[in-house]
C-alpha cells in the first residue's frame, strides 16, 4: 500500500494536481453551488480548463521521462505533438463516459449533439493553449520542420 501512495504523491506532483484540480471545482459547482442549473453554458469554461490541465499534466508527466538522445528542438516537437494528441483523446473519451453515463443512468450530460461539439471544441483548445505555452520557444523554421518530418517518415528521432 505504502509504493501505491508513493506513486499517487508522484503523480500529484508531477502535474496530476490540475486534472483533479478542475474535476473537484466540477463536482462543488455542480453539486454545492448549482451553477450549472443557473448558467448551464459554465460548462464550457470547465470544458477548457479540462483540456488546458490534462495537458499542463501531461507536458509535466512527459518532462520526467528519461531523455532519448534527440535536440531539444526535437525533443519539444515531440512533446507538443504527444501532449496535444493525447489531450484531444482525453477530451474524446470523456465524452465518450459523459455519453455513456446519459444512456446507462439517464443523466443529461450531453445536453445536445451542438452540446457536446462544443466540449470537444473547448478540450481541444485548451490543448493548444498550453502546448503553444510549452513550445513557444521552439520558433521552428520551415527547413527545420522539413528535416523533422523526414526525420520521423525514416523512424529516426533526429
Same mark, same amino acid.
Given at each position: 500500500?505504502?509504493?501505491?501512495?508513493?506513486?499517487?504523491?508522484?503523480?500529484?506532483?508531477?502535474?496530476?494536481?490540475?486534472?483533479?484540480?478542475?474535476?473537484?471545482?466540477?463536482?462543488? #459547482?455542480?453539486?454545492? !453551488? +448549482?451553477?450549472?442549473?443557473?448558467?448551464?453554458? *459554465?460548462?464550457?469554461?470547465?470544458? /477548457? &480548463?479540462? %483540456?488546458?490541465?490534462?495537458?499542463?499534466?501531461?507536458?509535466?508527466?512527459?518532462?520526467?521521462?528519461?531523455?532519448?538522445?534527440?535536440?531539444?528542438?526535437?525533443?519539444?516537437?515531440?512533446?507538443?505533438?504527444?501532449?496535444?494528441?493525447?489531450?484531444?483523446?482525453?477530451?474524446?473519451?470523456?465524452?465518450?463516459?459523459?455519453?455513456? #453515463?446519459?444512456?446507462? !443512468? +439517464?443523466?443529461?450530460?450531453?445536453?445536445?449533439? *451542438?452540446?457536446?461539439?462544443?466540449? /470537444? &471544441?473547448? %478540450?481541444?483548445?485548451?490543448?493548444?493553449?498550453?502546448?503553444?505555452?510549452?513550445?513557444?520557444?521552439?520558433?521552428?523554421?520551415?527547413?527545420?520542420?522539413?528535416?523533422?518530418?523526414?526525420?520521423?517518415?525514416?523512424?529516426?528521432?533526429?
Amino acid at each position: 500500500m505504502g509504493a501505491a501512495w508513493s506513486l499517487l504523491g508522484s503523480v500529484l506532483r508531477n502535474g496530476g494536481w490540475a486534472p483533479l484540480s478542475v474535476f473537484v471545482a466540477h463536482l462543488v #459547482l455542480h453539486r454545492v !453551488v +448549482g451553477l450549472y442549473a443557473v448558467w448551464p453554458s *459554465a460548462d464550457v469554461p470547465m470544458h /477548457l &480548463a479540462g %483540456g488546458m490541465a490534462i495537458a499542463y499534466f501531461l507536458s509535466a508527466w512527459f518532462r520526467t521521462l528519461p531523455a532519448f538522445t534527440a535536440t531539444h528542438r526535437s525533443q519539444l516537437l515531440v512533446e507538443g505533438v504527444s501532449v496535444f494528441a493525447l489531450t484531444v483523446t482525453v477530451a474524446v473519451f470523456w465524452e465518450f463516459a459523459e455519453f455513456l #453515463l446519459d444512456q446507462t !443512468v +439517464g443523466s443529461n450530460l450531453q445536453v445536445s449533439l *451542438a452540446n457536446t461539439m462544443k466540449d /470537444l &471544441a473547448m %478540450g481541444v483548445s485548451g490543448a493548444a493553449v498550453v502546448t503553444a505555452w510549452r513550445v513557444r520557444g521552439l520558433r521552428p523554421h520551415a527547413a527545420a520542420l522539413r528535416a523533422s518530418a523526414a526525420a520521423w517518415v525514416r523512424g529516426e528521432m533526429a
